[in-house]
């Protein structure tokens, strides 16, 4: 059999199916909700939240994104490899060997030493690049954070600024709650700081501060503006993860549904162990539903309290622990369930929805940590040709 026949044969029984253009719809709603002309920086670090960053990164740029924010080097040379050509800011400050090649790929590098800037300097100096790299500084606001500490900024500004092989482009710090009282004072003590930048002329064109949260929290947005803030870095939201409960007049829509298929079915009488959990016995006669889904896959699952799958629409209970690779549903209430059916981990199906962040709250850990997969699940991504997202 071909390579090519073989693939056109596979069945999987647990995949991610990833809704690029609901992606696209987010950063549409979330401009709306922006002050006009304030720039969106998309965070696909940690391969986009587990969504896939090269994929992620080019629906992104298709739709108008201003920049994207990876972790480390790695995750920007990743991007670059697949013809990102939006400026790309990279969390991790360089260590000195990775200096050059940051200066070389164009990446934006985040400074918070002179120590830093100097090294990146020089290696800039030596790179045959025609432009200078730009730089981000970050200052820490919060407690221990880990940016500059705010009295220094002031020469670690003028210092990028007077090296000719660098490009003063941005100033940001993140905040280290989005709780409305620490929030404000963390964004006032930022925004005493972006006036001293100002007064010295050393102020540069993108300032930022919030995230996800924040933009949830009105009060945090409207302070942003007020204190000079031009941009933005959201996550989260755009991968439709609500990062606090509660209601929001801008609806978000999730990216990734979580699925897997049943595989057999057993019944299970009254005082029976549950097949690879005997520490939990059925109390009743139960149809249990083996899916092949474990906390190797999905983490979560590790954690979960009162785990529940979608199968054919009903929602239906976890029976016992989730395994590495494997977990039992209690399909009782749905007596048509078939080997083959449709399972949903997390996503909707036929009018039924299993939230991301109800998986969250149940088990104990962010939203964002929700999509972050095992590397069994197979990304199936929806609306942009296969082609151009094919997994590089
Ligand atoms: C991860 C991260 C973000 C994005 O956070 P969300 O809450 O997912 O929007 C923004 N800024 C920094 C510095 C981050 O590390």
């Known amino acids: 059999m071909t390579r090519a026949s073989l693939d056109r044969r596979r069945f999987p029984t647990v995949w991610a199916d990833i809704d690029l253009h609901a992606l696209g719809r987010n950063l549409t709603t979330l401009r709306r909700r922006l002050p006009v002309g304030m720039a969106v920086y998309g965070v696909v670090k940690a391969d986009a939240y587990g969504h896939g960053g090269p994929a992620v990164a080019r629906a992104l740029q298709h739709a108008g994104v201003d920049g994207l924010v990876v972790a480390d080097l790695e995750e920007g040379t990743a991007l670059r490899r697949v013809g990102i050509e939006r400026p790309v800011l990279v969390l991790d400050p360089p260590l000195p060997q990775q200096a050059a090649p940051i200066a070389a790929q164009g990446l934006t590098a985040t400074v918070t030493s002179i120590k830093e800037a100097d090294i990146l300097a020089g290696a800039a100096a030596r ?7 730009p730089v981000h500084v970050r200052v820490g606001t919060g407690s221990g954070g880990l940016g500059a500490p705010p009295g220094l900024l002031l020469d670690l500004l003028a210092a990028i600024d007077r090296a000719p092989a660098l490009r003063l482009a941005g100033l940001y710090t ?14 006032e003590r930022f925004g005493a700081l972006v006036a001293q930048a100002d007064a010295a002329g050393l102020l540069p064109p993108l300032v930022h501060a919030l995230s996800s949260s924040a933009l949830d929290n009105p009060a945090l947005a409207a ?5 000079g803030c031009t941009a933005v870095r959201c996550g989260s939201l755009l991968y439709g993860l609500r990062a606090v409960p509660g209601p929001t007049p801008f609806p978000y829509t999730p990216v990734m549904a979580v699925k897997a298929r049943i595989i057999r079915l057993a019944t299970l009488e009254p005082g029976d162990g549950i097949p690879e959990d005997a520490t939990l016995s059925a109390g009743r006669q139960t149809r249990a539903a083996l899916v092949p889904i474990g906390y190797a896959d999905a983490q979560h699952l590790l954690h979960l309290a009162n785990g529940s799958l979608l199968v054919r629409g009903h929602e239906v209970p976890i029976l016992g622990t989730p395994l590495m690779s494997s977990l039992l549903a209690d399909v009782s209430t749905v007596p048509d369930a078939q080997p083959g059916d449709e399972v949903v981990l997390f996503g909707t199906q036929e ?3 299993l939230p991301a962040e109800a998986l969250a709250e149940r088990s104990g850990l962010p939203p964002s940590a929700i999509p972050l997969l095992g590397p069994r699940v197979a990304r199936h991504y929806r609306t942009i040709p296969r082609a151009e997202t094919a997994p590089v």
């Open 174 to 187: 993140h905040l280290s709650g989005s709780e409305s009282m620490a929030g404000l004072r963390e964004l």
């Open 351 to 353: 009018g039924a929805a």
């Open 223 to 227: 302070a942003a503006q007020r204190i």
């Open 127 to 133: 790179t045959d690049t025609a432009a200078p790299v």
